[in-house]
């Protein structure tokens, strides 16, 4: 594991160097830390099951019971252990002095240590198993939401496509329309430039209007 959340209880004396290499040198004793180490690795488990729904993903409570977390007969619980390492007592004094008056606790009344970093392992395992269960559902959720995206833009582009084909088919219309009364305006002024010219020959004012859009004059006979 790569957390080291278990330096908690232990230090390492830096001081103390790593023995020379000469034949027959007997390999130094294992450091408390490595000891702590040990004790994590034999206490690691297969990933917790949870078996109640968790409603509320920020209550960490809620995880830790539905993963059924159940604290040691002794009570000695990591979340114990936090909470006396951040009590007024302790929490200013030196690291050292925490970790010391912890085992002390533990054993006055015989908790063992071990005990202790099986309960934070198995609760940093039920954090880790549902916050991949909570990864899964939410690329499931994002998979799902991009479909359902992908159909609705598939949905106005055919909508789209459609409208815009009808508005295409009304200009067309229009434009045929247009056509159809500007080629018709034109024989029609062809039509009034020859009525006009047969009535020139009879009135002083010529009362038809040839290629013109304004009401006819009354008209004035043309006087013989």
């Not at 009034?192 to 304004?214: L, M, R």
């Amino acid at each position: 594991m790569s957390k080291k959340w278990y330096n908690l209880f232990v230090s390492v004396d830096e001081s103390t160097g790593r023995p020379e290499d000469s034949e027959g040198t007997a390999p130094p004793p294992p450091t408390a830390a490595q000891a702590v180490a040990d004790i994590a690795r034999a206490a690691a488990g297969p990933p917790p099951t949870f078996t109640s729904a968790i409603t509320n993903a920020a209550s960490f409570a809620e995880i830790y019971q539905a993963a059924e977390i159940h604290p040691p007969s002794h009570g000695f619980t990591i979340e114990k252990v936090g909470d006396m390492l951040r009590s007024e007592h302790i929490r200013t004094m030196p690291r050292e002095v925490k970790r010391s008056s912890v085992l002390v606790a533990l054993e006055a009344v015989g908790a063992p240590l071990q005990d202790v970093i099986q309960d934070a392992m198995k609760r940093d395992q039920a954090l880790d198993t549902f916050e991949s269960v909570q990864e899964k559902a939410l690329n499931q959720l994002e998979a799902q939401k991009q479909q359902e995206n992908q159909q609705i833009q598939a949905e106005i582009d055919r909508v789209l496509a459609e409208h815009r084909s009808r508005i295409q088919a009304n200009n067309d219309e229009v434009a045929k329309e247009k056509e159809r009364f500007f080629a018709w305006r034109l024989k029609k002024q062809e039509e009034e430039q020859k009525i006009a010219d047969a009535v020139s020959y009879f009135v002083a004012d010529n009362p038809i209007t040839a290629g013109g859009h304004a009401a006819a004059p009354a008209s004035t006979p043309k006087p013989e």
